[in-house]
């Protein structure tokens, strides 16, 4: 009997489970795009690097929809069960509602783990190939805007021109670059060669010029300097929506975080950044646990042939969650209390 019960149970969780996660999934995805359509359009992605950033930004969606999905299945399950009158014959029959308890555990420890796993796991891996990608498209988008003898502003206030390009090497001849970066003293560069060469850790590029000179003037002299190496970073910009900030921090492991909050003093607002971070991956498999099993709670509030208020409170509590527990992350940062107890 239990194995039946427990089998019918889960039959009726995962159905709805899969559909919300889907339409749940959709509906993220599809504001996400639209806050990165800049990014696709100006770097002019192709299909295979847009796939891969669908791919790395799916982690973070997973996060939200897969605690979300997990009780909007547990309360449509059971709501249902409560008005078909299916409870009342489970009831009647000697089956109490600690005996369909177990299903909807296992479930929900089976969403807590897998938000666990995408949040310690997925999401830094994925942050960190976006945050790749990002370095590679830039990249790329200024060495295929570089084309000999004709000027270049893919690195905006960067005004080049090269004379000559090996298409094999990526190699520059004959480099003139007009750097308009500070309006009230220009700076004017001339070199014999030069280079792009990508810092993938650190979001930057590097523009490598050699054998030149550096022409600098103001409105009272003119400066001239030789140079056999001259190096200008480029920072690479991440998406308005995307600070640098929260990819770099979104980007460590577990193990990092702690190893970076380590080197700052206790109380300090960097060491509440990264330990904020920490705290909120492992309390959030916790959250969609509660959740899940508040879930079922609400679904048998419900009556038959009565207006089912269980899914829309469900939602709303999901909806409290999500709030306070961003409300936490940004007071942890500004109070004296221990960042853990503020997160849990």
């Known amino acids: 009997m239990p194995l039946i019960l427990y089998s019918y149970l889960a039959a009726e969780i995962l159905a709805p489970f899969f559909a919300s996660l889907l339409i749940l999934n959709g509906v993220l995805f599809t504001g996400r795009i639209m806050q990165l359509i800049d990014l696709i359009f100006s770097m002019n992605i192709s299909l295979a690097d847009f796939i891969r950033l669908c791919f790395f930004i799916s982690p973070k969606l997973l996060l939200f929809s897969i605690p979300m999905a997990s009780s909007i299945a547990v309360i449509l399950a059971f709501a249902r069960l409560v008005n078909d009158n299916e409870i009342i014959a489970l009831k009647a029959a000697g089956v109490s509602l600690y005996k369909m308890l177990p299903p909807v555990i296992i479930f929900a420890a089976c969403t807590a783990l897998s938000t666990g796993f995408i949040a310690t796991k997925f999401i830094p891996a994925g942050s960190l190939a976006m945050h790749n990608l990002f370095v590679k498209l830039a990249t790329e988008k200024i060495n295929n805007g570089i084309q000999a003898k004709r000027f270049s502003d893919n690195t905006g206030n960067l005004i ?3 004379n000559k390009v090996n298409l094999e090497t990526k190699q520059w001849q004959g480099v003139y670059l007009s750097d308009l970066r500070d309006k009230n003293h220009p700076i004017t560069i001339l070199a014999q060669g030069g280079s792009l060469t990508p810092h993938m850790e650190d979001m930057y590029l590097s523009m490598n010029l050699h054998n030149g000179s550096l022409h600098r003037e103001n409105s009272t002299i003119t400066q001239t300097i030789n140079f056999r190496d001259y190096t200008i970073n480029v920072p690479v910009q991440a998406p308005k929506s995307i ?20 080197k700052f003093k206790a109380g300090s607002n960097k060491r509440a950044h990264f330990l904020s971070e920490y705290h909120k991956r492992l309390a959030l498999p916790a959250g969609c646990f509660i959740l899940t099993l508040l879930g079922f709670s609400l679904a048998l509030r419900s009556r038959p042939g009565q207006r089912n208020s269980a899914l829309p409170l469900g939602i709303g509590f999901f909806l409290l969650y999500y709030i306070s527990l961003t409300m936490a992350e940004n007071l942890s940062i500004d109070t004296i209390i221990p960042v853990g107890l503020i997160m849990w």
């Open 160 to 162: 080049l021109y090269v």
């Open 243 to 262: 600070s640098s900030q929260n990819l770099s921090k979104s980007s460590m492991t577990q193990t990092t975080l702690l190893r970076s909050a380590a």
